[in-house]
């Protein structure tokens, strides 16, 4: 199975502005912020667990901006490897926003104008903006409350910031370590061929790490760490198998 293109060149789509040389998109109704009204909840739902004193509208209004954290935070990760792409001179083709997040996109992902190590610095972009956020996000955190509303916010944004700038460097194709990886083994050398077959390997190796690294965190009753182990592990499996392809 061949992964769907986010965008291709022939569809119909509307051009709502531009990002660092690179078209904003929209697509028919898929720009609709879904993922947010989806967020929304869930998280004044966790900003009331413990907090038998929160009242319904402070339980909405920290889940808002929890909320506002963690997508701003994804989308300072995309709109930081458009400025990447910009700065190696090789613009994405389009920043698309799909239920109102957005995704990279490129035409051709294996485009031989573009060198190994142009391809490198454009997927290091997004990991490195979260990199940078980070001590900021740490840093208001030992300036907040124990208890407080801004502790959770402030958690949050540790949190995801984290996770952004680590499990996006994993060796799997679809996020930014894969094609790290493959493109510092064509610079070494390899075919492109070659180097997709060798992270195919390196996939399938990883899955079973991830799977045991799952199983500890589920065992541990982390279940929310143990689900998202899981979730890459399968991901890793599907492209090691070539069940998936980018």
Same mark, same amino acid.
């Given at each position: 199975?061949?992964? /769907?293109?986010?965008?291709?060149?022939?569809?119909?789509?509307?051009?709502?502005?531009?990002?660092?040389?690179?078209?904003?998109?929209?697509?028919?109704?898929?720009?609709?912020?879904?993922?947010?009204?989806? +967020?929304?909840?869930?998280?004044? @739902?966790?900003?009331?667990?413990?907090? =038998?004193?929160?009242?319904?509208?402070?339980?909405?209004? +920290?889940?808002?901006?929890?909320?506002?954290?963690?997508?701003?935070?994804? @989308?300072?990760?995309?709109?930081? &490897?458009?400025?990447? #792409?910009?700065?190696?001179?090789?613009?994405?083709?389009?920043? $698309?926003?799909?239920?109102?997040?957005?995704?990279?996109?490129?035409?051709?992902?294996?485009?031989?104008?573009?060198?190994?190590?142009?391809?490198?610095?454009? #997927?290091?972009?997004?990991? *490195?903006?979260?990199?940078?956020?980070?001590?900021?996000? %740490?840093?208001?955190?030992?300036? !907040?409350?124990?208890?407080? #509303?801004?502790?959770?916010?402030?958690?949050? #944004?540790?949190?995801?910031?984290?996770?952004?700038? !680590?499990? =996006?460097?994993?060796?799997? /194709?679809?996020?930014?370590?894969?094609?790290?990886?493959? @493109? @510092?083994?064509?610079?070494?050398? &390899?075919?492109?061929?070659?180097?997709?077959?060798?992270?195919?390997?390196?996939?399938?190796?990883? =899955?079973?790490? *991830?799977?045991?690294?799952?199983?500890?965190? %589920?065992? $541990?009753?982390?279940?929310? *760490?143990?689900? +998202?182990?899981?979730?890459?592990?399968?991901?890793?499996?599907?492209?090691?198998?070539?069940?998936?392809?980018?």
């Amino acid at each position: 199975m061949k992964k /769907p293109a986010a965008v291709r060149p022939a569809d119909e789509v509307t051009r709502v502005g531009r990002v660092f040389s690179t078209p904003l998109v929209v697509k028919g109704n898929t720009w609709l912020p879904l993922t947010e009204l989806a +967020i929304w909840p869930v998280m004044a @739902w966790l900003a009331g667990r413990g907090y =038998s004193d929160r009242g319904r509208g402070a339980r909405l209004a +920290i889940g808002a901006v929890t909320t506002a954290v963690i997508l701003g935070s994804e @989308w300072c990760h995309n709109l930081a &490897h458009a400025t990447a #792409a910009m700065l190696v001179g090789k613009p994405m083709d389009a920043l $698309r926003i799909v239920w109102g997040m957005p995704l990279v996109v490129y035409y051709d992902i294996g485009d031989q104008s573009v060198t190994p190590r142009q391809h490198i610095l454009r #997927a290091l972009g997004g990991p *490195l903006c979260n990199a940078l956020i980070l001590p900021l996000a %740490l840093l208001s955190r030992a300036y !907040t409350r124990q208890g407080s #509303a801004w502790r959770d916010v402030a958690n949050v #944004a540790v949190g995801m910031n984290a996770f952004l700038c !680590t499990a =996006s460097l994993l060796p799997i /194709p679809g996020i930014d370590g894969g094609p790290i990886v493959k @493109w @510092w083994l064509v610079g070494r050398g &390899h075919t492109p061929q070659r180097a997709d077959e060798t992270v195919k390997g390196v996939n399938r190796a990883l =899955s079973g790490g *991830l799977g045991v690294a799952a199983a500890v965190a %589920l065992k $541990r009753r982390r279940r929310f *760490l143990g689900s +998202i182990l899981a979730l890459f592990a399968g991901l890793a499996l599907a492209f090691g198998l070539g069940l998936i392809e980018e």
